[in-house]
């Protein structure tokens, strides 16, 4: 079995879903495994892991990024858990980053960036997503049950050195009650790192049932405790992409608002995951999966592989339905789908 990329050939119509929207970025889940254990993610105990035998080896996800790519997915994020925990990562991204991708990234917590940020770029990782919630010792500590916000930090500089990855970005997810007292810390390192700080609306994802929607702390109102300090303008970005930026007016730096609650972009979405046991989520909030691991293992061609994928795709869901009656979170805790 070559690694050689399959362009699309001719006769391989590009993924759509049944709404009419192009398919062509992949989130890729490569375990559910992570160090941390933050407390809006899953409890101090952690969860029931997923079985080895379950979870894709590396010839695995790589042949089925292939096939992927084959249908026309041109980007893809490597996520977890965390994905730095798995054994070798910096082989996997390898193998992947010479697929022919158009962009290959990753969302990490950090904690094991200093040790393999030279390896993940050279394995041909662009991109970075850094997960930092707070920008105190002791709140990091508190919200990860981990006492290790230094090495994370040491993480994001390490990566600072190289002048061919895109902009940095780090993440925090924004809770009420939790996240205003770090905004205007996290405006400041905003303009004195090169990094662009993104905030997240929380989302009803987590270990726990204990999510309610007064206690998202919404992108409208974190710009408009970080305007009272700094007059921002609106970044026109990518229709696909996910966060909504602005700039400081003074042009020192960036700050981006993902907020999938109260401002929902499921319209542009162009976004399927595959988790590391090898299920096909066509959403975030999907209530069912598809399996591509039984068919992989049972010797499946790349054709039959296409036909399964492209028939989960034609079902993907309009939309997430936060805050409608109906609805019900996926059983798979966000630790196990992926940022
Ligand atoms: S919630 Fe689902 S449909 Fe909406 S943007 Fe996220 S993945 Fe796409």
Redesign the pocket.
Known sequence: MSNEATPISGNIEPLMDGHGRPINDLRVSVTDLCNLRCQYCMPAEGVEWLSHDSILDFEEITRLIRVFISLGISTVRLTGGEPLVRRDFPTLAGMIGKLGLDDLSITTNGFYLERDADALVAAGIRRFNVSLDTLTRERYAEITRRDVFDRVIAGLGALEKFDNIGTIKTNAVAMRGFTEQDVLAFAEFARKRPYQVRFIEYMPLGGGDDWRAEEVLTGAEIRELIEQRYPLVPVIVDPHA?ARVWRFADGVGEVGFIN?VSE???G??????MTADGKLR?????LYETDLREPLRAGASDDELRKVIRDAVWR?????Q?GDAGFRKPERPMSSIGG
């Open positions: 996910t999938p929902p972009f499921c542009s979405c162009d976004r399927i995951r066509t959403c975030l909030f999907s993907k869901e309009l939309k997430h936060i």
